[in-house]
């Protein structure tokens, strides 16, 4: 009950004053402590019906546990239980807000604040944008600052304050600059701004709303207790603090011992400076140094099997840190029959059918390659339409041998696409794509609200006809994706005439934000081992935990708006700093270590590597050893040691058996797995197979390896297309092949380059492309004089591109050696060169081997091609044309082979020829992996040596 002046009737002037502190100790399980405290002080009517109480705690992991554990204790006693509001900090000042008036939502904020912006003068906005100069119709861009100003309006709402630093408390001079105020000020007026046009389509910003209880809170619960929250952000405490003036009772309930008291502030949040140098005693052997997730993954195998069954499954909780790393901690688990359950649920950004829309939103806005290839390698995509992997692996060749920029309305075909790729299937399967979502990719500017329709039309096509369960995650997933659709229709006339015409991306981008923080939830598994994030590990009451990951990533405060809040002004104001989490932290490891003393286990597993392979550093609550020699041990260990990582796959997602080498990939057997024998090998080839006949099956019998889809430029071997393929256009053009005048040739290859990058890459590669394709043709300067002294030496180019077989097989077992010759010169004695461009330095000698040793056939095998279209054995002679990058590598090059070496060479080749025929093959990869071989290091189980220098490369 209330009185006239708005004060409480139970009134009592020590609840006005003061916040009365408990102290648990942490000793023993904290919920559960904390539940039975809840029962005995608070649900039997001691102060009054649970409607008069909230609870706020910490997270909503911590909220579901302490529900459950009161129903529990009731239900034990035979007794109802009337449960109070539980509320995470977070959703605390949502409680008390006018429910009268309406929240502007994420987009409906978004939207006002980018085109408020937009009309501001760039005087006005000067401050924000800096040297910037957005376009104004640009709106994507427009909504990037808007998150920007919006984030910032928010993070000084949970320190109590509004943007404008007019109402904010006296600050010193070199924390609050010129420069400094007048951005706060811009923002103060844009957010003005935007609350006015919001109030026009009667909406009010949520942060104004909370802003509003420090002032005066119109209904302020009996009671609140503060259970487990040790870092409240100050505008809730200023709440709170309001409430008490008005009678609310407050009892903060610590995790601590009551001799920790000076360590906590009124409201039992830490106090920063008392934990900077607590001692944290952990146990050497409680810690494990892992690498990559994976790695992390298998150290926590097996340390958990070191327990030998001492804790079941439910009452083991592992903590992962870095929710980057979850994914691939559970895969690694759940291979090796461990159930896994995150209780935070899965980001719905990383769901099957927000990635869909997320890679729509790339390819409708970019048309890039990348975002196309994305698009048809969507599993549900390639559902719809039918795509084989055959077709996507003549995708990955096409990229690999063109570098497409981009995927536009018609397909582009590369003027020497015939022999390197199957093009039918992917004009196909262009068409196919164009015609699915061809709403989203013929359309050109329109209203937001006319792209809501067409998206929500577009996702119901795509998936109208599928029949889902109620626990169906796509249909959770697709729920959420319609609701943030609902959020865009909700905008008024008035903000979607503002906002103008628009591009699809725009909408994208605005569903895209709608869903972040979003989780789908997962249902409880008896079964399963929990896995929970780092707050929801500080009060997890599990008796075994072991926490992955512990770098020191996890202390750093926020980096967002640094530019505005840097961390002095940061202390200044309220606002979290580094400092309140490291005193949080410092405080959860502790509570965490003493309530498994004695009948727990808490173990440590430190990451030394993030997802994508980047080095991580130990955090540093692992180092505060009170003994100095334990600590430069510990450190050594941390920071300088780490093992070797080999790639495992767990049992059940590999072969099944008993050997303890199990745990690694096994290297497949050329004897056993049956293929069909080769029938064609290509004179290039020979080299692949004496580096190691091992990789040479892997390539070219089982037809494995890699085609990237991340290339950016050329490498060395496209790079020798691109001059390969001028060189070839000057020695077909009978006008100039023949010609003595290096002015006339060179002139001719110039063009003749840039016919070839557009030929390869369409008229508009990348800029990359371009450069090299600049690069090529300072090499045909060189080349140019050397071909006109080549000519007037007599020599006259006689066949080009010149394709011959060499028959060993039968006609029940064909096999066939198949060359093509680069060039084919004949002098006006009767003398015959063979010739092959090569774009590097290395000579002809040096590229076949040593004198004992031979590591590539192809010029002795040359020979034989040329005997076999006719031309004279004796007057062959063969050799390299280098292009290399300077004057002094550009030149004719022969090597120096005697005929005794020249039938090595060809006892080699036949040797080869019958090894292949036979199927004969090395059972394990040569060591050390031959250059170049990266691509294959995945399945052979070693890093790829990856050559240096200039190498010499032909096509």
């Known amino acids: 009950m209330w009185s006239g002046k708005n004060v409480p009737l139970w009134y009592s002037p020590r609840s006005m004053t003061e916040v009365k502190k408990h102290f648990l100790g942490w000793d023993?399980?904290?919920?559960?402590?904390?539940?039975?405290?809840?029962?005995?002080?608070?649900?039997?009517?001691?102060?009054?019906?649970?409607?008069?109480?909230?609870?706020?705690?910490?997270?909503?992991?911590?909220?579901?546990?302490?529900?459950?554990?009161?129903?529990?204790?009731?239900?034990?006693?035979?007794?109802?239980?009337?449960?109070?509001?539980?509320?995470?900090?977070?959703s605390f000042l949502n409680l008390f807000l006018d429910q009268s008036k309406k929240i502007a939502s994420k987009t409906i904020q978004a939207v006002t604040t980018a085109t408020v912006m937009r009309d501001f003068s760039r005087q006005q906005l000067a401050p924000i944008l800096g040297l910037n100069n957005p376009d104004y119709d640009d709106l994507n861009t427009w909504f990037e600052y808007a998150k920007e100003v919006n984030g910032v309006a928010r993070e000084l709402a949970f320190g109590g304050y509004n943007p404008d630093p007019a109402t904010w408390p006296e600050l010193p001079d070199d924390l609050l600059t010129t420069k400094a105020l007048d951005r706060f000020e811009a923002i103060a007026a844009i957010c003005r701004k935007v609350s006015e046009v919001l109030a026009k389509d009667q909406y009010v910003v949520q942060d104004s709303q909370w802003l509003s209880l420090a002032e005066e809170v119109p209904h302020p619960p009996k009671?609140?207790?503060?259970?487990?929250?040790?870092?409240?952000?100050?505008?809730?405490?200023?709440?709170?603090?309001?409430?008490?003036?008005?009678?609310?009772?407050?009892?903060?309930?610590?995790?601590?011992?009551?001799?920790?008291?000076?360590?906590?502030?009124?409201?039992?949040?830490?106090?920063?400076?008392?934990?900077?140098?607590?001692?944290?005693?952990?146990?050497?052997?409680?810690?494990?140094?892992?690498?990559?997730?994976?790695?992390?993954?298998?150290?926590?195998?097996?340390a958990i099997a070191s327990l030998e069954g001492k804790f079941s499954k439910d009452e083991i909780t592992i903590a992962v840190t870095n929710e980057e790393s979850i994914p691939v901690v559970r895969r690694q688990l759940e291979g090796h029959s461990v159930d896994t359950r995150f209780a935070g649920g899965d980001s719905l950004l990383q769901s099957p059918e927000v990635k869909l829309v997320e890679v729509i939103r790339d390819y409708s806005s970019t048309n890039s390659y990348a975002a196309y290839a994305s698009l048809v390698r969507h599993p549900y995509v390639g559902s719809l339409l039918s795509i084989t992997s055959g077709t996507l692996h003549e995708l990955d060749r096409y990229y690999a041998h063109h570098l497409p920029t981009s995927i536009g309305k018609?397909?582009?075909?590369?003027?020497?696409?015939?022999?390197?790729?199957?093009?039918?299937?992917?004009?196909?399967?262009?068409?196919?794509?164009?015609?699915?979502?061809?709403?989203?990719?013929?359309?050109?500017?329109?209203?937001?609200?006319?792209?809501?329709?067409?998206?929500?039309?577009?996702?119901?096509?795509?998936?109208?006809?599928?029949?889902?369960?109620?626990?169906?995650?796509?249909?959770?997933?697709?729920?959420?994706?319609?609701?943030?659709?609902?959020?865009?229709?909700?905008?008024?006339?008035?903000?979607?005439?503002?906002?103008?015409?628009?591009?699809?991306?725009?909408?994208?981008?605005?569903?895209?934000?709608?869903?972040?923080?979003v989780a789908i939830p997962e249902y409880p598994n008896q079964d399963a081992v929990d896995i929970v994030g780092w707050l929801e590990a500080m009060t997890d009451d599990a008796p075994c935990l072991f926490v992955v990951g512990m770098d020191s990533t996890l202390l750093e405060a926020s980096t967002k708006y640094q530019t505005y809040l840097p961390n002095k002004l940061r202390e200044e104001?309220?606002?979290?700093?580094?400092?309140?989490?490291?005193?949080?932290?410092?405080?959860?490891?502790?509570?965490?270590?003493?309530?498994?003393?004695?009948?727990?286990?808490?173990?440590?597993?430190?990451?030394?590597?993030?997802?994508?392979?980047?080095?991580?550093?130990?955090?540093?609550?692992?180092?505060?050893?009170?003994?100095?020699?334990?600590?430069?041990?510990?450190?050594?260990?941390?920071?300088?040691?780490?093992?070797?990582?080999?790639?495992?796959?767990?049992?059940?997602?590999?072969?099944?058996?008993?050997?303890?080498?199990?745990?690694?990939?096994?290297?497949?057997?050329?004897?056993?797995?049956?293929?069909?024998p080769l029938q064609r090998m290509s004179v290039t080839s020979f080299k692949e197979y004496i580096a190691c006949s091992y990789r040479f099956w892997l390539h070219r019998v089982l037809e494995l390896g890699e085609e990237r889809d991340d290339v950016r430029e050329l490498d060395y071997a496209l790079f020798g297309s691109l001059v390969h393929g001028a060189l070839e256009l000057f020695g077909k053009e009978d006008s100039v092949k023949d010609s003595t005048d290096e002015k006339v040739i060179h002139a001719f290859l110039l063009e003749a380059v840039d016919k070839v990058v557009a030929g390869i890459f369409g008229k508009y590669p990348l800029s990359t492309i371009s450069v090299q394709g600049e690069l090529a043709k300072q090499r045909m300067r060189s080349f140019s004089k050397l071909q006109a002294e080549h000519r007037k030496a007599g020599w006259k180019i006689v066949g080009v591109e010149e394709k011959e077989e060499l028959q060993f097989g039968t006609e029940e077992q064909p096999f066939v050696v198949v060359g093509k010759i680069d060039r084919i010169d004949m002098h006006e004695d009767g003398r015959v060169l063979v010739l092959d461009y090569k774009t590097g330095s290395t000579s002809a000698e040096k590229a076949h081997g040593t004198k004992d040793e031979w590591t590539d056939l192809q010029l002795p095998i040359y020979r034989h091609l040329a005997k076999k279209m006719g031309y004279d054995f004796d007057e062959v002679k063969t050799g390299f044309i280098l292009v290399g990058s300077k004057d002094t590598s550009v030149r004719f090059d022969f090597p120096d082979w005697d005929e005794a070496q020249l039938q090595v060479a060809d006892d080699r080749f036949v040797e080869i020829v019958e090894d292949v025929k036979a199927g004969k093959y090395n059972s394990t990869p040569t060591t050390p992996a031959p250059r170049f071989s990266e691509d294959l290091s995945w399945i052979c189980q070693d890093g790829g040596i990856i050559g240096t220098g200039e190498e010499n490369t032909s096509v």
């Open 223 to 302: 009671s609140i207790v503060l259970l487990g929250t040790t870092d409240l952000n100050q505008l809730l405490i200023k709440v709170v603090s309001g409430m008490m003036q008005c009678g609310s009772h407050v009892d903060a309930v610590i995790r601590a011992p009551e001799a920790k008291q000076y360590y906590f502030d009124e409201f039992g949040s830490v106090i920063p400076d008392k934990w900077k140098t607590e001692t944290i005693e952990i146990p050497d052997n409680a810690i494990e140094i892992a690498g990559a997730p994976s790695s992390q993954a298998n150290k926590l195998l097996c």
């Open 573 to 676: 104001l309220g606002l979290e700093t580094e400092d309140i989490k490291y005193a949080r932290d410092a405080h959860a490891v502790l509570a965490m270590q003493h309530s498994r003393e004695v009948h727990g286990h808490l173990g440590w597993i430190l990451a030394r590597k993030t997802i994508e392979g980047d080095p991580l550093t130990p955090n540093p609550l692992l180092l505060r050893c009170e003994d100095d020699k334990q600590l430069a041990s510990r450190s050594l260990k941390m920071i300088v040691e780490i093992e070797s990582e080999s790639p495992s796959i767990p049992p059940q997602f590999g072969s099944q058996s008993s050997s303890k080498e199990d745990d690694h990939l096994a290297l497949p057997d050329p004897s056993v797995i049956k293929t069909k």
């Open 28 to 90: 023993t399980p904290f919920l559960p402590t904390a539940a039975k405290w809840l029962q005995e002080h608070y649900l039997h009517d001691e102060f009054g019906s649970a409607k008069d109480l909230v609870i706020v705690v910490s997270g909503n992991a911590v909220r579901r546990r302490l529900q459950s554990l009161l129903v529990e204790m009731s239900s034990e006693q035979g007794k109802a239980i009337d449960l109070p509001s539980f509320v995470t900090t977070s």
């Open 410 to 517: 018609s397909w582009f075909t590369p003027s020497d696409i015939s022999w390197r790729v199957q093009n039918k299937p992917l004009i196909e399967l262009h068409k196919k794509v164009r015609e699915w979502f061809s709403s989203i990719l013929d359309s050109k500017e329109q209203l937001i609200s006319t792209w809501s329709s067409v998206i929500r039309e577009l996702l119901l096509k795509l998936y109208g006809n599928q029949e889902l369960d109620r626990q169906s995650r796509m249909l959770f997933s697709l729920r959420a994706i319609f609701s943030a659709l609902d959020s865009i229709d909700s905008l008024s006339e008035r903000s979607v005439q503002s906002a103008g015409m628009v591009k699809s991306g725009t909408v994208f981008d605005l569903i895209l934000d709608e869903l972040k923080g």
